[in-house]
C-alpha cells in the first residue's frame, strides 16, 4: 500500500511566523500535491510537482510557497501566516496519469 | 473551467436505509470520475473511479456510473451502516493531474 505521511497532525503558530509542512510519499512517486480543505469549498489545490525540483501553481498559491529538492518529500511553506491560513492541508502523490491520488492523513494548522 | 457540483448536506440517515450523493460535473474533453471518502480524523482515500462514459465504478457495497448524457456520476449504496458516516467527495480529473473537487457531502448513519 502507498504510504504518504504529513509530518504534523497538529500545528499552532503565530502570525508572520514562517511555516513548514513536510510530505513524504514511499512509492516512488513523480507527481505530488498540496491541497486545503475548507468546510463548504472542498479541496482547493495549492501547488503540485511533476517531478524533483518542478512545480506548478494550483488555484490558490498566493502566500504560500513549495520545495521539492528529493522525490519522496515536498514541503509546503508559508512565508509568513495569516490567520486566514488556518486550515486543514492535505499532501497526495500519485504515479501517472489515470492513476488515483493517495493522501495523507492531514495537518491541521491554525494561526493565531 | 472544471468544476464539480455535489449535494449539499449534511445527509442523516438510519441504518439500512438508502443512500443517494447527487454529483454533477463540467468539463472539456472527457474526465475521469472519482469519489473518495473522508473517515473521520483521517485523510482522503479513493472509494470508486469511472474513466469513460457507461462505466460503473463499485467498491464497499457503493456504486456510482459515469452518465455522459447527463454529465452525472451519483453515488448509491443499497444499505448503509454506522461505519459508513464519512465526508464524500466527488472529483473529475481531465487530461492533466490535477482533480477538481466537490464542496463534500457529511452523511451521518445512526444505529
Known amino acids: 500500500d502507498v504510504k504518504v505521511t504529513q509530518s504534523s497532525r497538529y500545528l499552532v503558530k503565530r502570525t508572520g511566523e514562517k511555516v513548514f509542512l513536510e510530505c513524504v510519499q514511499d512509492m516512488d512517486h513523480e507527481n505530488m500535491f498540496w491541497y486545503r480543505q475548507d468546510p463548504g469549498l472542498g479541496l482547493r489545490l495549492i501547488y503540485f510537482s511533476y517531478d524533483v525540483k518542478m512545480k506548478e501553481k494550483g488555484d490558490i498559491p498566493e502566500g504560500y510557497s513549495v520545495s521539492r529538492e528529493k522525490k519522496e518529500r515536498f514541503s509546503l511553506i508559508l512565508e509568513s501566516a495569516s490567520t486566514n491560513q488556518t486550515s486543514m492541508y492535505l499532501c497526495a502523490s500519485m504515479v501517472t496519469d489515470n492513476q488515483p491520488q493517495h493522501f495523507g492523513d492531514g495537518t491541521r494548522l491554525s494561526i493565531l | 473551467g472544471d468544476s464539480v457540483t455535489q449535494m449539499e448536506g449534511p445527509v442523516t440517515l438510519s441504518e439500512e436505509a438508502f443512500l443517494t450523493i447527487n454529483c454533477t460535473y463540467t468539463?472539456?474533453?472527457?474526465?475521469?470520475l472519482f469519489w473518495y471518502v473522508q473517515y473521520p480524523g483521517e485523510g482522503l482515500q479513493l472509494l470508486l473511479k469511472a474513466t469513460k462514459a457507461d462505466d460503473k465504478g463499485s467498491n464497499k457495497g457503493f456504486e456510482a456510473t459515469y452518465r455522459k448524457e447527463t454529465t452525472s456520476f451519483h453515488l448509491e449504496k443499497g444499505s448503509v451502516q454506522v461505519s459508513d458516516s464519512a465526508v464524500y467527495f466527488c472529483?473529475?480529473?481531465?487530461?492533466?493531474?490535477?482533480?477538481?473537487f466537490g464542496a463534500g457531502t457529511t452523511v451521518t448513519v445512526r444505529a
Open positions: 468539463a472539456t474533453g472527457y474526465p475521469s
Open positions: 472529483a473529475l480529473r481531465t487530461n492533466d493531474y490535477k482533480l477538481s
